[in-house]
């Protein structure tokens, strides 16, 4: 952005959610001191959202300029690292994204909620954010998972659903294609945070979770209308206890 104003409220209320198996999740509303100007950059940045091949998400992403990253990267560090067990900073980014895959085009792996910690050294954190930058509440907030099947059967599942074609999945594991919202016979939902405009969440990215996508109104690539939000993601060293 050539506007290089501050986008982040400085005096943040940070609210600690807990879920119904005690993991929790940051809340933070009124995160932007402006708001309208993110998505406005997304207006004006339209068409330079894409399909990226790198990760499983259903919709079309931007990655950010440095010093939208380099501001989301302090408000890290100062309000939100500590209180996910994090001490410094390895790497960082962050990208908008828009929902825009229809249910019945999903891969079998997007049927079923995840995790961003697949490749992080175990010995590191690995924390998510996510900024809400619409107004509709019926876009989805963000749902949060436990497993009900031991670690190496989660394993094997999350095997399944990158490497067999839908149709062998859907046989194998009883599931039908479509975005997942309440809980199946392989994961139960612990916790959910409803969308609001210009809210934003953190968590630890070794919790399963997936958007909710309650409306058909999110399958639009237009950041005006559509389930348009700013993503971010932080690998750290440990704080020591």
Request: proline share 7%.
């Amino acid at each position: 952005m050539t506007d290089t104003a501050a986008l982040f409220n400085p005096r943040p209320r940070v609210e600690r959610l807990q879920f119904s198996n005690g993991q929790t999740c940051l809340v933070v509303d009124d995160a932007l001191l402006r708001p309208e100007r993110l998505r406005q950059y997304a207006v004006e940045h339209r068409a330079d959202f894409v399909h990226a091949g790198f990760n499983a998400y259903p919709g079309v992403e931007f990655p950010m300029p440095a010093d939208i990253s380099a501001q989301l990267d302090e408000f890290f560090l100062r309000h939100i690292r500590s209180m996910l067990g994090g001490r410094r900073t390895l790497k960082m980014n962050c990208r908008m994204a828009m929902v825009t895959t229809a249910p019945d085009q999903l891969q079998a792996r997007q049927w079923i909620c995840h995790r961003d910690s697949a490749w992080i050294d175990p010995r590191h954190t690995i924390a998510a954010s996510v900024l809400y930058l619409f107004e509709d509440p019926a876009l989805g907030g963000t749902n949060f998972y436990a497993p009900k099947i031991p670690p190496r059967e989660v394993d094997l599942l999350v095997h399944d659903s990158s490497t067999m074609s839908n149709e062998a999945f859907s046989a194998k594991r009883g599931m039908t294609p479509g975005y997942m919202s309440g809980s199946n016979q392989y994961f139960e939902r612990i916790g959910h945070v409803p969308a609001k405009w210009n809210r934003m969440i953190f968590y630890d990215g070794r919790i399963f979770h997936c958007s909710e996508v309650g409306s058909p109104l999110a399958l639009t690539s237009d950041p005006i209308s559509g389930r348009l939000t700013l993503n971010g993601f932080f690998t750290c060293t440990r704080k020591v206890a």
